[in-house]
């Protein structure tokens, strides 16, 4: 007699008959298990790995604050010497953008207000760094950029404008200088 396959209640959803499965002991055969462990997690999805899904998601929604100028300049004070230059880089950099939108909407006298705390802060970014041997290079690096960014913005001013943007520039690139020297102090020879 041919056994037909069909898909009943005598058959499971891999084609074995019930009855099949066990052994005489009652015990799944070795093929079953190996099967079984297969395919236990594709019937539904991880519990865990949709909890974790969910608080990824949720975390990823939250609004992230971001720090003020004058939040950071607070917690200049109390921060250790090796944190100075990070937060220094950081408040000059959120002065530096805050001159970029001033001096684009030919605000001057407030530009050049932001333009002197971004050069003060540099000079101390500077300072805490060559004084805790931390923060060097990536301070550097920043001042570079914030040289760059400085000439972006000296050339879209007239000329009567430009006086402090150079003044500005050529202080950072007395920081940079200084930053090099310390971090390269044997030098060329």
């Given at each position: ?40 997690f ?93 923060y ?23 000329t009567?404008?430009?006086a ?26």
């Amino acid at each position: 007699m041919v056994e037909r396959l069909t898909w009943g209640r005598d058959r499971n959803r891999h084609g074995l008959r019930v009855s099949q499965r066990r052994d005489r002991g009652g015990k799944l055969r070795m093929a079953e298990k190996r099967l079984w462990r297969r395919t236990r997690f594709r019937s539904g999805l991880n519990p865990v790995f949709l909890v974790s899904l969910l608080a990824a998601t949720f975390a990823h929604t939250l609004p992230r604050v971001e720090p003020t100028v004058e939040s950071l300049k607070a917690k200049l004070s109390s921060a250790s010497v090796g944190e100075k230059p990070h937060l220094c880089i950081d408040i000059a950099k959120m002065q530096l953008a805050e001159a970029d939108k001033l001096y684009a909407a030919s605000d001057i006298d407030k530009a050049q207000a932001a333009l002197t705390d971004v050069v003060t802060y540099s000079e101390l970014a500077r300072d805490y760094s060559i004084q805790s041997h931390k923060y060097q290079k990536q301070s550097e690096i920043a001042v570079r950029a914030m040289i760059r960014k400085l000439s972006d913005i000296q050339h879209s001013l007239g000329t009567a404008d430009q006086a402090p943007l150079k003044d500005a520039v050529s202080r950072l690139d007395r920081v940079r200088d200084d930053l090099l020297k310390s971090m390269f102090k044997k030098g060329v020879t």
